[in-house]
């Protein structure tokens, strides 16, 4: 104990030292003011910490419809532990219940998460750990940074920047306590092209030597990915962290099953669908990205030969789901999407892709939204699809299925996705999105034989109605 607090008074003499040194320091080299706080901060001989605390996550892209933020989901115990030499981290959480009327997408699949990082990690995926606070303080001290001083809110603030290895500047802001408040960058994500991500610190305390703040907040895009509440926090604490190192994902080659004459089913998933019309095509879904879009479209052309494709289908704007719209935008097709997501679209598709240029940004072509409301049909007289927005949904507001009723296919996204074995045990009570969906088939009279779910099972099998009545406890 008596350790404990000499250490504290001799950090609170130092953070006093940096604090009167920072105003005169402008014009100060950056590493200089690194060191200072780093040395405030109790940094310099931390190669691992573990903060832990209770949390709100909430997941980016996926919200309810797209005037809301990203969707919430507490976290009654968070632990995060990052190793700062290996690197990487590990998150440990308890979910809080989901509430049944929980609004919008993105739950987390399981209590842990876990992120190596090796030689072919990207940046983006990467930038999570260097964005922490002692992850700023070791990334710019290698990163030849440089320091300018800012207001900001009537506070002032010395500035240190450098240049990510994405090409974005990476800014930290400290404060006039020579601690760091604020860190920012930008990464590309397909949707929101150069996007803001954006963390602050606040409420520091000292742990046992190591200052960290107890107040954290994560933004991206605008809205909160994270709200940490710290109540512990260990510095060099045993942080052996296993697996594998995160790579660039892979996007395995499309392939096609066809379904009914002129109908193609896209795999793997995310699944699109391919249908062809007298004079053009129509594919419903342009998911993910645009590597995984660019790979729809060329094998819908080897399905459906010499034909354009003139519409893409938008299941909903949640950004999984919409992540290769821009793509078609560049290949001259026209979005039909719910009339809630057209002005969102037309924003957002507009926000400049500096970072990583996409087809869109040179193509540079006119934006063609087609809007619905409840039900839309296209047809050459010949195919029918129909298009239907789910009433009642508590994943999107503009959750459009396609029912193709000559071939009794419905096309569906996130409202039932199966499980990766067929006679899988059902779930002990019927999730909310599956009977919402069983629902609007009721409602709708819609005869349907075989459903093609978007997140389609690994092991390509026919989805049957079947499926979703026992997922609903139906018996057929
Ligand atoms: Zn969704």
Redesign the pocket.
Known sequence: MLKKSVSHVMLATVAIAVAWAVPAALGQDAQTILSNVSKAMGADNLKTVQYSGTATEFAFG?AVNPNSPWPGFAATSYTRTINYESPAWRVDRVLAPIPQDRRG?GLPPGPTQTVVIGANTSWAQQVDLWMTPYGFIKEAAKNNATATSKSMSGRKYTVVTFTAPNNAKFNGYIGEDSLLSRVETWIDTPMLGDTLLEVTYNGYKDFGGVKFPTAIVQKQGGYPTLDLSITDVKANAPADIQGNPVGAPQTPLATSQKLADGVYLILPAYAALAVDFKDYIVVVEGPQSEERTNAIIAEAKRDIPNKPIKYVVNT?N?FD?SSGLRTFIAEGATIITYQGNKAYYEKIFALPHTLNPDRQSKAKKKISIETMADKKVLTDGNHVIELHRLQGSN??DGLIVAYLPKEKILVE??AFNPPAQANAPPPNAPTPNNTNLMQNIDRLKLDVETIIPIHYPADSRKVTMAELMRAVGKRD
């Open positions: 996926q997408g909903h949640h789901h994943h999107n996204a996130d």
